[in-house]
């Protein structure tokens, strides 16, 4: 049997297609610019490759059997998706990197995020998108490791190396909140630390593997339930299984509506400066990466970033 994929080229997918479309063989070979014979001898070279019968001899038209509609609707979706490869090529060459992976903290609003990411792919880029969640350390570690081209969200005390850059989104409140019907609702404030190392505190992991995880707001003793995303912990005190702080443009709703009460506590206001960091080995970064940092040049896009937060569905 010849070898199928000498046989099975672009050339013979659009021989197909133009055969379908204008009815014969005699009109394709027109528009092809060939004679009619030499069409007919290259759908029986594909027939004998492929080893089954792609037109209907019996018909004057060129009607296709079963075999070659099969043939022609892959065919066309593979020509659709080979001219989509060479258009990202051709823009990937032109400065557009081929994926721009980008790392969100939890503090960062899924919301403002999503209306980036709908912005840019109304640019019609070449660019993949690659998003991946991150909690505090691990933020910071997928950039050092190469894992991720952007950073969202990164607490202001790590410092850029080679090839890194940082700059400020801003400044988040965190507010220390329980639910109404906790022991520490009606508690006197502020809450001293040894009033609250009797209850049970709400964590969010920390996703670093390689550097030291943090942790913050736990007291020695204290029993802790850990959660894997700010949205978790959330939910977890609306129902009441500890206590423990979040970011305020989280929670005021909540508060605002009697779900939670915000509570001082003895301990300084926690306020965390939050950054974004990029990996850039050049002086001029790629297309996709550049139109990032534009965006995120913009007040009102950074302070989005760390305010449209949506109320927890569950509660509304």
């Known amino acids: 049997m010849p070898d199928r994929?000498?046989?099975?080229?672009?050339?013979?997918?659009?021989?197909?297609?133009?055969?379908?479309?204008?009815?014969?063989?005699?009109?394709?070979?027109r528009e092809l610019g060939k004679v009619p014979s030499a069409l007919t001898y290259s759908v029986r070279q594909l027939e004998d490759a492929l080893d089954v019968l792609l037109f209907?001899?019996?018909?004057?038209?060129?009607?296709?059997?079963?075999?070659?509609?099969?043939?022609?609707?892959?065919?066309?979706?593979?020509?659709?998706?080979?001219?989509?490869?060479?258009?990202?090529?051709?823009?990937?060459?032109?400065?557009?990197?081929?994926?721009?992976?980008?790392?969100?903290?939890?503090?960062?609003?899924?919301?403002?995020?999503?209306?980036?990411?709908?912005?840019?792919?109304?640019?019609?880029?070449?660019?993949?998108?690659?998003?991946?969640?991150?909690?505090?350390?691990?933020?910071?570690?997928?950039?050092?490791?190469?894992?991720?081209?952007?950073?969202l969200g990164i607490p202001g005390d790590r410092v850029a190396g080679p090839g890194l850059r940082q700059d400020v989104i801003g400044r988040v409140h965190f507010v220390f909140t329980v639910a109404p019907g906790h022991p520490l609702a009606n508690a006197p404030e502020p809450l001293p630390p040894t009033v609250l190392a009797q209850h049970?505190?709400?964590?969010?992991?920390?996703?670093?593997?390689?550097?030291?995880?943090?942790?913050?707001?736990?007291?020695?003793?204290?029993?802790?339930?850990?959660?894997?995303?700010?949205?978790?912990?959330?939910?977890?005190?609306?129902?009441?299984?500890?206590?423990?702080?979040?970011p305020a443009p989280f929670v005021q709703g909540h508060i605002d509506a009697g779900r939670l009460i915000a509570k001082r506590i003895d301990q300084p206001e926690r306020v965390t400066l939050v950054h974004y960091a990029w990996r850039q080995q050049s002086s001029v970064p790629g297309h996709a990466l550049a139109w990032w940092l534009q965006q995120l040049g913009s007040a009102k896009t950074r302070e989005a970033l760390l305010t449209l937060h949506r109320p927890s569905a569950l509660h509304m």
């Open 5 to 29: 994929r000498h046989f099975l080229t672009p050339d013979a997918l659009v021989m197909m297609d133009t055969i379908e479309r204008t009815g014969s063989f005699a009109a394709a070979a």
């Open 200 to 246: 049970r505190v709400i964590a969010v992991a920390d996703t670093a593997r390689q550097l030291e995880p943090v942790t913050v707001g736990i007291l020695p003793g204290q029993d802790v339930l850990t959660l894997p995303t700010m949205s978790a912990k959330l939910e977890a005190l609306l129902r009441g299984l500890g206590c423990g702080s979040l």
């Open 56 to 151: 209907d001899r019996r018909s004057r038209q060129a009607r296709l059997t079963p075999a070659g509609e099969e043939l022609l609707r892959e065919g066309r979706r593979l020509l659709q998706q080979m001219d989509a490869v060479a258009n990202r090529v051709q823009r990937v060459a032109s400065g557009w990197e081929p994926q721009l992976t980008i790392a969100i903290d939890n503090i960062i609003a899924p919301d403002a995020i999503y209306d980036l990411v709908e912005a840019f792919y109304a640019l019609k880029p070449p660019t993949r998108l690659k998003l991946r969640t991150e909690v505090l350390s691990g933020t910071w570690e997928t950039l050092l490791s190469g894992q991720a081209d952007l950073a």
